[in-house]
């Protein structure tokens, strides 16, 4: 049941981060918006509130490291739903140490190919797998 609370979770924080991306919202206003049509139960879930807020407060970083890793693909080049798949990943890889790697990135895989294009998968393991190996190495 936890497990489904926190794909549900990852599922709105992409959707919540896409609406930001495409109509410049701050968290404050998307979570309202949020609650009113999309949360059934008006509670917003705490692990959903600090993905968004988490990504928001680390975008540069995070956004730096993915376009470090993307071959040659800028942020501004991929689509919204990559990209907020991606980070959403990211920001766990970095901040979330009781998440292991291999799960963020196993999410963020099916995320995408439930949301992506038929690529979607493959770009999104590509570059979390790369992130992932250099996090790893450093840590050794």
Do not use: T
Request: a positive charge; aromatic letters at 12%.
């Amino acid at each position: 049941m936890a497990i489904e609370k926190r794909r549900r979770s990852r599922e709105l924080a992409m959707q919540a981060l896409f609406y930001m991306d495409m109509r410049q919202k701050k968290p404050e206003e998307m979570i309202s918006f949020f609650e009113k049509y999309f949360l059934s139960s008006k509670k917003v879930p705490f692990f959903f509130m600090n993905i968004v807020k988490g990504v928001d407060l680390h975008k540069e970083e995070i956004d730096s490291i993915i376009e470090q890793f993307s071959s040659n693909w800028k942020i501004s080049r991929m689509s919204c739903v990559d990209r907020n798949i991606i980070r959403i990943a990211v920001y766990e890889l970095l901040f979330c140490d009781d998440i292991p790697a291999k799960v963020s990135i196993n999410e963020a895989i099916d995320i995408g190919k439930k949301f992506g294009d038929k690529d979607s998968g493959s770009f999104i393991n590509a570059v979390l797998d790369s992130i992932r190996i250099k996090f790893e190495k450093k840590e050794a």
